[in-house]
């Protein structure tokens, strides 16, 4: 399988904070893979460095074959990597479609952009009722399903997924997780999940690794580690999230 994302010694923090310590991974064109560790285990630091929102301090990261360290937030969603946050970070007093219209801002394709808009708002009747509707009243599944779009929109090759479960119901989450599953199945992208649900993550993902002060401390298939589920699940237990 063909790499599309190779992270290689990647160390990155704040200020003389260093949170990854030469942490390594790929990700195959097609694949799910699910970052799996405890609350300050690094999971978040990694998405933000890999979307270009912290820069790494050392280490190399490639994009389908080029180098994107170093590159700022808009290049690298210009090269086809999106990132839905933990916590979704919808713009609150925008409504749902100025959200939408909102993740396409790299983008000068109108048609293509109006086109992809329709079929969203097809795909996602909740969105398209609320598309009026100001995004900071939505529910916690609502605005999950909104970030994700948005980010859809963008048009990427690879999307980072940040604890899309945080908070939610557990009806939502099973949506949510649905909507994980067509990212690959039905839109044929490329998916980096962390998650707190180990379950949830290993049922949807191909292979998983597991991060724990900053550095990759196991990988494998998710059968493989789903031997560990209990232990990989307490892990979450404590600490801030970084």
Do not use: W
Request: charged share 20%.
């Amino acid at each position: 399988m063909t790499a599309l994302l190779e992270v290689d010694a990647l160390e990155a923090g704040y200020g003389p904070v260093k949170v990854l310590h030469g942490l390594s991974l790929t990700v195959g064109e097609g694949e799910t893979v699910a970052i799996l560790g405890a609350n300050g285990a690094g999971k978040s630091t990694l998405m933000n460095t890999l979307a270009g929102l912290i820069r790494s301090t050392a280490g190399r990261v490639h994009f389908s074959g080029q180098p994107i360290h170093g590159a700022s937030a808009e290049q690298i969603t210009k090269r086809g990597v999106a990132l839905v946050p933990e916590g979704r970070h919808v713009f609150a007093r925008l409504t749902v479609l100025e959200n939408l219209r909102m993740g396409a801002y790299t983008r000068r394709d109108r048609a293509g952009v109006a086109a992809q808009l329709d079929e969203l708002l097809q795909r996602f009747p909740v969105l398209a009722e609320r598309r009026g509707q100001r995004a900071g009243t939505l529910s916690g599944g609502e605005q999950q399903q909104l970030a994700i779009c948005r980010a859809l929109m963008s048009k990427p090759k690879l999307i980072l997924l940040d604890e899309p479960s945080l908070g939610l119901a557990p009806v939502m989450v099973e949506r949510v997780f649905d909507v994980v599953r067509e990212l690959r199945e039905r839109d044929g992208l490329t998916v980096l999940l962390v998650e707190q649900s180990v379950v949830n993550a290993l049922e949807a993902a191909d292979r998983a690794y597991l991060v724990s002060g900053g550095r990759i401390t196991a990988s494998g298939t998710s059968a493989e580690m789903a031997g560990a589920a209990r232990d990989l699940e307490a892990s979450y237990l404590g600490g801030e999230s970084a």
